[in-house]
């Protein structure tokens, strides 16, 4: 596990928290942030922590390609790809750096992140994930948008300590 995943993952763990059935949850039966709604093959009560990190790892940070951008973005890349999922994350992302939405993390969008400042991506990621959830009208947003909304202030002050450090920097 590489020091940035393993950061990003102590992060969305302590976000999403254990077990919960909220039958105002969309994503129903939910474990470790895992959802039977995303993950239907996967037995969401006995979920370990060790495979929910192999499901975090090949659905969602080697799906966005976190490895590959800085260390401030990738945990909200990352985090949004767990909360909002992973076509969503990178379109959003890539309306923030400004490329192409197509939703798939490319050369394009890599290098776009990599040219743009943190304090400049970061905030304009953010507030595209803040429009996301109060329009949402799949979820109860009611029910949920605070939360949504505390869960990014948090990020953000996460995500500009790791700043612009590439991936495999120590933290």
């Known amino acids: 596990m590489t020091d940035a995943f393993h950061s990003a993952m102590q992060w969305i763990l302590a976000a999403e928290g ?28 006995t979920l370990t922590i060790t495979k929910a990190a192999e499901i975090y790892r090949r659905d969602y940070w080697d799906r966005l390609r976190c490895d590959e951008m800085p260390a401030g973005l990738a945990l909200a890349v990352f985090d949004a790809g767990v909360n909002q999922g992973p076509t969503k994350a990178a379109k959003l ?11 798939i993390i490319g050369p394009d969008t890599l290098e776009a992140c990599h040219r743009m400042i943190i304090e400049a ?47 495999g920097d120590r933290v």
């Open 18 to 45: 254990g077990y919960t059935n909220d039958p105002a949850d969309r994503g129903g039966e939910t474990n470790l942030g895992i959802s039977k709604r995303a993950h239907p093959h996967v037995d969401i009560r």
């Open 93 to 103: 992302l890539q309306l923030a750096v400004r490329v192409i939405p197509d939703g």
């Open 121 to 167: 991506s970061l905030p304009e990621f953010l507030s595209r994930r803040a429009v996301d959830y109060a329009t949402a009208a799949t979820q109860s947003v009611d029910h949920y948008l605070r939360g949504w909304m505390v869960r990014l202030f948090r990020l953000q002050i996460a995500c500009l300590r790791l700043g612009a450090r590439t991936p």
